[in-house]
């Protein structure tokens, strides 16, 4: 199965690379960008006897080293 992961910064987190990112989208003349949210994407292969079985080891995986729990947010798509 191939699981894709996506990692971003909780709402009301603080963002300084996206707000980098935004001040130089802004001053390479895309003025309408409102603003930029910046996170992590992830793509692994998983060995698993079920999907009920990957969920979980995907869960366990991001809760102890993907994802930060006070900071960040994640999701993930399992494709088979």
């Given amino acids: ?3 894709k992961i ?7 987190v603080l963002d300084p690379q ?3 990112i935004e001040r130089s989208l802004h001053a ?5 960008v409102q603003s930029v949210r ?3 994407y992830l793509e692994i292969d998983l060995q698993a006897a079920s999907r009920e079985a990957a969920e ?3 869960r ?7 994802a930060n729990p006070v ?7 399992i494709q088979e």
């Fill in 1 to 3: 199965m191939r699981v």
């Fill in 6 to 12: 996506f990692v971003s910064l909780k709402e009301g």
């Fill in 18 to 20: 996206g707000k980098a």
């Fill in 28 to 32: 390479l003349g895309h003025g309408g």
């Fill in 38 to 40: 910046t996170g992590k």
């Fill in 56 to 58: 979980a080891s995907v």
């Fill in 60 to 66: 366990e995986m991001c809760s102890q080293l993907l």
């Fill in 71 to 77: 900071i960040e947010d994640y999701r993930f798509e």
